[in-house]
T-cell receptor, first 107, second 113 residues
Framework: KNEVEQSPQNLTAQEGEFITINCSYS?????LHWLQQHPGGGIVSLFM???GKKKHGRLIATINIQEKHSSLHITASHPRDSAVYIC?????????FGTGTSLTVIP | DAEITQSPRHKITETGRQVTLACHQT?????MFWYRQDLGHGLRLIHY???????NKGEVSDGYSVSRSNTEDLPLTLESAASSQTSVYFC????????????FGEGSRLTVL
């Protein structure tokens, strides 16, 4: 049983497309994190959410606590957005991680 | 700037050898974690520490050990490397407070032949 489920697992998009990655979780959380991992690279934090919506540039993250669901949106996607996006939930004393969504943006 | 660094970034070893992966952070975080990342799995917790002299087992701790002699370092040791331990290993620090913000190292890719 996975406490965090992401969809889709793999996603290919044309440059400029609007992209949505979904995350559902089954545990009570203190915060939800969206992480980015470029090929062969480290893991960096994009967003930390406990409610509502956050925006950084072309990236938008939303969370619905009642439905235990979060989405990561990328507007006007670019090849440099190609990476694995990981959803992680923090319960207040431990983390659960999704298996990641591999995004490829084609020029 | 504060950072978290791992070494080596890449290592190839043979079955049965002892391997140590280093992790050093300058955030002055009490909490440090080791995860492994494998295809089809999310990050899985190997060991973690909440402070000097404190170490705890995670969900996949068999065959691994850690020690915490100071705040900055949490080395991960594979006592007798096995092919099943071929993976990418990530060290992280932080993970406290309301948000649990984690800072990750660049990862160490280990191949056991």
């Amino acid at each position: 049983k996975n406490e965090v489920e992401q969809s889709p697992q793999n996603l290919t998009a044309q440059e400029g497309e609007f992209i949505t990655i979904n995350c559902s979780y089954s545990v009570g959380i203190s915060a939800l994190h969206w992480l980015q991992q470029h090929p062969g690279g480290g893991i960096v934090s994009l967003f930390m959410l406990s409610s509502g919506k956050k925006k950084h540039g072309r990236l938008i993250a939303t969370i619905n606590i009642q439905e235990k669901h979060s989405s990561l949106h990328i507007t006007a996607s670019h090849p440099r957005d190609s990476a694995v996006y990981i959803c992680a939930v923090y319960t207040g004393n431990q983390f659960y991680f999704g298996t990641g969504t591999s995004l490829t943006v084609i020029p | 700037d504060a950072e978290i660094t791992q070494s080596p970034r890449h290592k190839i070893t043979e079955t049965g050898r002892q391997v140590t992966l280093a992790c050093h952070q300058t955030w002055n975080h009490n909490n440090m974690f080791w995860y492994r990342q494998d295809l089809g799995h999310g990050l899985r917790l190997i060991h973690y520490s909440y402070g000097v002299q404190d170490t705890n087992k995670g969900e996949v701790s068999d065959g691994y050990s850690v020690s915490r002699s100071n705040t900055e370092d949490l080395p991960l040791t594979l006592e007798s490397a096995a092919s099943s331990q071929t993976s990418v290993y990530f060290c992280a620090s932080g993970g406290t407070g309301n948000t649990g913000e984690l800072f990750f190292g660049e990862g160490s890719r280990l191949t056991v032949l």
